[in-house]
């Protein structure tokens, strides 16, 4: 396998539901991100770890818990989410360097909360 | 603060028709600038890419040429194809804060046959 792979591709669960979006990377690169999609609206970024490290967590609700194991593999935990929570999720990996490195990204979880 | 700013779509063009998508920046630093491109369905990819001033990214017959002077990344692309109907990204990184990706708002680009 190459690139970016998010499973599960698509995802419906209620609002007390606890689940999980699994991301994984096989370019050898160092960092890793979540960003969301939503309809109409700009890409957020969520999180980036860098070397394992959580390194940016820009103001998400504590219903969405990022979990980064190794270079690797990154999750977001998901739980007692809201209807307005449903999205894409994007993750997405770079080599970080002196100059920036492009970001590559899976192909996105479609999220729909009931 | 840093950001990217895109011409509103949709963009409708015929097939074979000359396409422009604007984007401006503003950047506290020098940013390194990209294209992504969405297709429906599907994740965003990366087009082309610049990392200094009047350097020109190109892909798939996609240019844009990083103009310093007017801070602006424009994206053109000589004959458009019913393919290409996608979302288009304009983003920019910054060297001091090199793994944060600032994205605009996005343009979608639908190309009739």
């Known amino acids: 396998e190459t690139g970016v792979t998010q499973t599960p591709r698509h995802l419906v669960m209620g609002m007390t539901n606890k689940k999980s979006l699994k991301c994984e990377q096989h370019?050898?690169?160092?960092?890793m991100y979540w960003y969301k999609q939503s309809a109409k609206k700009p890409l957020e970024l969520m999180f980036v770890?860098?070397?394992?490290?959580?390194?940016e967590n820009n103001s998400v609700p504590s219903r969405f818990s990022p979990e980064c194991p190794n270079s690797s593999h990154l999750f977001l935990h998901l739980h007692t989410l809201q209807p307005e929570d449903s999205a894409l999720y994007l993750c997405?990996?770079?080599?970080?360097?002196?100059?920036?490195?492009?970001?590559?990204f899976g192909e996105g979880s479609r999220l729909t909360v009931l | 603060g840093n950001s990217v700013t895109q011409m509103e779509g949709p963009v409708t063009l015929s097939e074979e028709a000359f396409l422009t998508i604007n984007c401006t920046y503003t950047?506290?630093?020098?940013?390194?600038l990209f294209w992504y491109v969405q297709y429906p369905g599907e994740g965003l990819q990366l087009l082309l890419k610049?990392?200094?001033?009047?350097d020109k990214g190109s892909n798939k017959g996609f240019e844009a040429t990083y103009r310093k002077e007017t801070t602006s990344f424009h994206l053109e692309k000589g004959s458009v194809q019913v393919s290409d109907s996608a979302v288009y990204f304009c983003?920019?990184?910054?060297?001091?804060?090199?793994?944060?990706?600032?994205f605009g708002s996005g343009t979608r680009l639908l190309v009739r046959p």
């Open positions: 997405a990996s770079s080599h970080i360097s002196g100059t920036g490195g492009e970001l590559f």
């Open positions: 370019l050898g690169h160092n960092a």
């Open positions: 770890y860098s070397l394992e490290e959580r390194v």
């Open positions: 950047a506290t630093g020098y940013p390194s």
């Open positions: 610049a990392t200094k001033a009047d």
């Open positions: 983003a920019l990184i910054l060297m001091d804060s090199s793994y944060k990706l600032i």
